[in-house]
């Protein structure tokens, strides 16, 4: 299967270009600027070796063009708008899986939310609603990401207001060895999306011994 990360020369793009590679996906780095998808994805290649997968560097029209359905949309949230305007005409038939979480500028602990209420919403009201736009992945350290030899240590939760596209991203990311839950309609990503500079100040703080923590859904004690 072949799916596409805009943004994917970042370090959340890459760490989910490494996990989907290795899973056997093949996946087209995005970027404005191709020269640095292309080195990028080299780079990524060439350090792991045992791929089964694989990982390509392409323009963002080209990236779009590759994938089968889903867009992962990893840009900073400073592009998130511009971004999407740029590539809106080329995403008919697919569905645009929206990681970004609106940080205040300057200040990753905590969040500045766009007038729709999340960096989701926005992203929906631009594209219309003839193209799904799925909110997931917000919450995963890229560090975690990053590392193959870790299992990713947390859930994913996953919002939007189509609900076979949420449905059908479910299924994508399990291939990541993750549970994924369905968490609602677009608004939920309002909280999903506000978790993660929580998160963020947890991880920083010295008086928590550990980092790059996520979130899990724990069934009750029996």
């Keep these: 299967m072949k799916l596409s990360i805009i943004g994917g020369t970042g370090p959340q793009g890459k760490g989910l270009a490494l996990r989907f590679a290795k899973a056997g996906f093949e996946v087209a780095l995005g970027s404005r600027d191709e020269s640095r998808a292309i080195k990028v994805a080299d780079s990524l290649t060439s350090k792991n070796q045992n791929l089964v997968g694989s990982i390509t560097g392409l323009s963002n029209s080209e990236a779009i063009a590759f994938t089968d359905k889903f867009v992962i ?31 205040e500028d300057g200040n990753p602990r905590k969040v500045a939310m766009p007038p729709e209420g999340s960096a989701t919403e926005a992203a929906q009201a631009m594209l219309g609603p003839d193209i799904p736009v799925v909110g997931a992945l917000h919450n995963v350290s890229a560090n975690t990401l990053n590392h193959l030899e870790k299992k990713i240590n947390c859930d994913i939760l996953v919002c939007g207001n189509n609900l076979d596209a949420r449905l059908d991203t479910i299924e994508l990311l399990k291939n990541l060895e993750v549970e994924a839950y369905n968490a609602g309609d677009a608004t939920s990503a309002r909280c999903l999306e506000a978790i993660t500079p929580i998160l963020i100040r947890i991880n920083m703080s010295k008086a928590v011994p550990f980092s790059h923590a996520g979130i899990k859904i724990w069934p009750p004690e029996e």
């Design 73 to 103: 949309f990893s840009v900073p949230w400073s592009g998130h708008n511009n971004t999407l305007s740029e590539i809106k005409g080329m995403l008919a038939d697919k569905v645009l899986v929206d990681i970004v979480v609106p940080l």
